[in-house]
């Protein structure tokens, strides 16, 4: 009789009902939505800080080039020492001073130029304050040359080269940036949702192995249904735990904006608060054009769909691979010796899609790697945004289903024997004799 139904029921309802799983589905997004709204909150005071910060120019060629925002106040020191501004700076408490020594040539002027403060500057700042700068002694030099600002203005060429396949579809670089982010974040949460819910399929086959509760079940089941039972079983857990987490945490983080009136798109580190400056510099709005023509580029249905496959294929392999494991030993500390070559091909699935397929989305490396079943969830679904041939997917698909039963078989093998075996802690070698059992 086929016991897999019931056995994939009792996995799941033994996994929901469990107080850690319940704590944790729910507590989890309260962490995270609490930890991000207390980071975009501190992000959007510092953000929001007035700074005041004196210039004191002693070549008279940059007093100008600073003008007052919202946030900072530039105070121009004039007919002061440098000792004199310091000291003045200090009582009033000035967030820095900005001294550009006299120097007899323009082309000295950036030596000469050193910012005081109390403590270290913010980096967005001295950023800022350079960029300014150096527009300014641009300029200077072109007039010195005998250019004109208008010349210079005249001069200056956006340069963007159009990208157009020989079919006729228009691309741009940002379509490279928007592939690869999509393609990373499916291949990421593949490789986390394996490792989180790999683990706690291991665990469940140890637990029960060391209560001897196994010893009662494996008299009316196979091994291999029960194998499968438990992947399944704790699969459909899991999938249950990260759709609660979506929902819940998509509510408090509308709750927790609404309420405390919190950005959270405030939360830039200082590299991308310049990218963001030098976007708005360069044409924010045609960068905004691009990203949304490059969504809209996406192969959208066939990403979905792969996505779908891939994800439960690589889920099932790798899991069997755990429970097998699981099985083989009787506590967790003797999983380390077998865990590695498990979670080595995941890692350099992860470095080839990020390293590589960027680069080369249909190069050697790329393709091999997308084809080998270990890495070809991670790998094939990074290259699928760039454009990959239906027949290729589907050849992958099949031999990770293929690798996968195989995968099932050997880990039924190993887990016929390692689940009534106790207090031994196998090697390769023994293993590799219960393959042959």
Not at 8 to 27: A, C, D, G, P, Q
Not at 148 to 154: F, K, M
Not at 229 to 256: C, E, P, R
Not at 387 to 415: E, H
């Amino acid at each position: 009789m086929n016991h897999l139904p019931l056995i994939i029921k009792r996995e799941y309802i033994t996994k929901v009902k469990n107080k850690s799983f319940i704590v944790m589905t729910f507590v989890s997004p309260l962490i995270t939505i609490a930890l991000f709204a207390v980071v975009a909150y501190l992000s959007q005071l510092n953000k929001d800080k007035e700074r005041t910060i004196s210039i004191l120019d002693e070549t008279g060629y940059l007093s100008d080039v600073f003008q007052s925002t919202e946030t900072t106040t530039y105070t121009k020191l004039n007919g002061l020492s440098l000792e004199d501004a310091i000291a003045l700076v200090k009582e009033k408490e000035d967030y820095g001073l900005l001294h550009i020594n006299d120097v007899n040539a323009i082309e000295d002027i950036s030596d000469n130029i050193k910012f005081y403060s109390e403590d270290s500057p913010s980096l967005t700042v001295i950023s800022s304050l350079e960029r300014k700068i150096e527009e300014r002694l641009r300029e200077i030099k072109l007039q010195t040359d005998g250019v004109s600002l208008e010349q210079i203005e005249a001069s200056n060429s956006n340069i963007e080269i159009a990208q157009e396949s020989f079919d006729g579809e228009k691309s741009s670089k940002i379509d490279n940036v928007v592939k690869l982010a999509f393609g990373g974040a499916a291949g990421y949460l593949l490789f986390m949702f394996i490792i989180i819910y790999g683990n706690m399929i291991m665990r469940s086959v140890i637990e029960e192995k060391t209560s001897r509760i196994i010893e009662v079940i494996i008299s009316s089941v196979k091994p291999i249904q029960l194998m499968m039972g438990k992947i399944i079983g704790t699969s459909l857990a899991g999938i249950t735990q990260f759709v609660i987490w979506v929902i819940l945490g998509g509510v408090l983080l509308t709750v927790v904006t609404a309420i405390f009136g919190i950005d959270m798109a405030a939360v830039q580190t200082p590299q991308q608060e310049m990218m963001n400056q030098a976007m708005q510099a360069e044409g924010a709005q045609a960068m905004a054009e691009n990203l949304i023509a490059a969504i809209g580029n996406l192969p959208m249905t066939n990403l979905i769909i792969a996505f779908l496959f891939f994800f439960i294929g690589g889920y099932l392999l790798y899991s069997s691979l755990y429970a097998a494991i699981g099985a083989a030993v009787d506590n967790e500390t003797d999983t380390q010796q077998f865990m590695l070559p498990i979670l080595m091909p995941l890692i350099l699935a992860v470095y080839v899609g990020v390293f590589t397929v960027i680069e080369d989305p249909h190069g050697t490396v790329s393709t091999v790697f997308s084809f080998i079943p270990f890495t070809s969830p991670v790998v094939m679904l990074m290259r699928i945004p760039f454009g990959v041939p239906l027949w290729q997917q589907g050849l992958s698909l099949l031999l990770l289903i293929g690798t996968f039963i195989l995968a099932v078989w050997f880990a039924a093998k190993i887990y016929r024997v390692g689940i009534l075996m106790y207090g031994k802690k196998p090697t390769y070698k023994e293993l590799f004799k219960w393959l042959k059992y």
